[in-house]
Structure formats: C-alpha cells, structure tokens
C-alpha cells in the first residue's frame, strides 16, 4: 500500500523556539494532507486539513498562527509549532488519501517534547 | 463531535474472535462506516469500510445494521498483534476528513 513518512520522529525542544515537522507521501501524490494531533492516552484531534498551493484549513480552536502549515508539493506538507512551550508536547501525525483509494494512509508520528 | 459511541475497553482471548461494537445512531444518508486502528505509539492503520452492506477483507469483517444505527467489526482469530485501540468512524464517502471518537482498546490475552 501507499507509504506516508514523518521526520523527525522524534524531537526535544526549548521552550520558545520552533520546531518544523515534515509529512512526506512517498510513492503518490496528494492534494490534500491532514495534521492530527494526539495527548497521552487520548484520541487523535483533527488540527487541520492541509491544501496544497492554498492555505490550510484549521480546525475551531486550533490557532493558525502558532501552527504554520505549507504545502508546497503534491508529496510534501509541513507543520511548524512556533514559540512552542511544554504544551504543546504532543505526538503529531498526518494522513494523506491516495486518490484511487478510498483509504487514508497515516504517517508514523512524530514525538514533540517542549522542555 | 465524533458520531459514534464505542465502549472503552475489550478483552478477548487469543484465536477467538473478537467483536467491537460502535453505535452511530445519527448516520446520514451519504455515510460511510470506517474502521481504523491505532497500535501503540504508531500512527493508525486503515482496516475496512462499508456503506449498508457486510464486508470482508483479509484483516476483517464488518456487519452493518439493517437501519445502519450500529455497526461491529469482527476480528475472526484475534492474535495478540491485534491489541490496539480501534476506531470507528462515520464520514461522507466524498471528503476525506476523518474525526476520531474515543476508541475501544482491545486486548488480546494469551
């Protein structure tokens, strides 16, 4: 089946700083990537919906302006946590749906830790 | 919100069958029934869909009612690789958004 890939996987970071994470799909191309954000023993929460060549479209409550999305390709969508701080330590993962595909490929997740 | 109600947590014993229920009484019309599942720390895992009718593939089967309100997925030899949580979700076949509910988290025991 078709293979969506995060890097990093994992990432340490101070408070305050920013830190981008990468949703690559690997052998198709989506128009449409989605950024879910996941806390410790609870589901995953649908942050945004990310186009590509257009502006991403967030989720109510979710703010677009801590949470930078680009998607510059049609195999590459970024998330960017600016000015981070200890909560937003989080397991991130995006998803992407091969277009002769009814299903949605997920990312393997990427583990921010804001210290 | 999420449309659908699963219990939180299951048992089921290796090689027995193992079957999740989820209640989506507030289905539309243009609805389908998705089932995901999400292994520990790993990102989820597509298993099956379906619309009004049963459907099988390799990795399960999906029994959908008659008034499609509620839906269960069955796992036929349950393995303890299958300890994960699953979801399921209803959405319009034509959009790709998908929104989790809370889950059942299933263990297989030996």
């Known amino acids: 089946g078709a293979v969506v890939s995060q890097h990093p996987s994992r990432v340490i970071c101070k408070s305050g700083t920013s830190v981008k994470i990468e949703c690559r799909s690997l052998?198709?191309?989506?128009?449409?990537m989605f950024w879910y954000r996941q806390f410790p023993k609870q589901s995953l929460m649908l942050m945004a919906t990310?186009?590509?060549?257009?502006?991403?479209?967030?989720e109510q409550g979710v703010e677009k302006d801590k949470f930078l999305i680009n998607h510059a390709s049609l195999t590459l969508s970024t998330l960017t946590v600016t000015s981070a701080h200890p909560e937003d330590s989080s397991f991130y993962i995006c998803?992407?749906?091969?277009?002769?595909?009814?299903?949605?490929?997920f990312g393997p997740g990427t583990r921010l830790t804001v210290t | 919100d999420a449309k659908t109600t699963q219990p939180p947590s299951m048992d089921c014993a290796e090689g027995r069958a193992a079957n999740l229920p989820c209640n989506h009484s507030t289905i539309s019309g243009n609805e389908y029934v998705y089932w995901y599942r999400q292994i520990h720390s790993q990102g989820p895992q597509y298993i099956i869909h379906?619309?009004?009718n049963n459907e099988t593939n390799e990795m399960a089967s999906l029994i959908i009612t008659e008034d499609r309100k509620s839906s269960t997925l069955i796992l036929p030899h349950a393995t303890l690789r299958d300890t994960a949580v699953y979801y399921c979700?209803?959405?319009?076949?034509?959009?790709?958004?998908?929104?989790f509910g809370t889950g059942t988290r299933l263990q297989v025991f030996p």
């Open positions: 990310s186009n590509e060549g257009s502006k991403a479209t967030y």
């Open positions: 979700i209803v959405s319009p076949y034509n959009t790709d958004k998908l929104i």
């Open positions: 052998d198709f191309q989506a128009t449409t």
């Open positions: 379906g619309l009004k």
């Open positions: 998803s992407a749906r091969e277009p002769s595909s009814y299903e949605q490929y």
